[in-house]
């Protein structure tokens, strides 16, 4: 069985979208600490691992942005995508 590619930048505004049931155009650049959370979350279900996030990690994470950022140095080094 394959592994799930690492998120790019429209997959992770697609999975922030789904806390509150939003369209993608409504999320914002700027992630709230709920919104991480949820984000951390559909990303540890999609890909079946914990993530080991330091506090500069979640702090990059604060935006859209960041977080594609983080999660592709964490996953692509994880042998994900």
Excluded: C, N, Y
């Excluded at 590619?5 to 697609?14: F, G, K, L, M």
């Excluded at 914990?50 to 994470?61: P, Y």
């Excluded at 604060?62 to 996953?75: K, R």
């Amino acid at each position: 069985m394959s592994q799930p590619a690492v998120p790019d930048r429209a997959e992770v505004i697609a999975m922030l979208a789904t806390f509150g049931d939003r369209d993608a155009a409504d999320v914002a650049e700027r992630i709230g600490s709920l919104e991480l959370t949820w984000l951390i979350t559909k990303v540890e279900e999609r890909f079946d691992i914990t993530l080991d996030l330091s506090d500069e990690d979640l702090h990059q994470m604060s935006t859209v942005t960041g977080a594609v950022s983080v999660l592709h140095e964490l996953l692509a080094g994880a042998g994900h995508g």
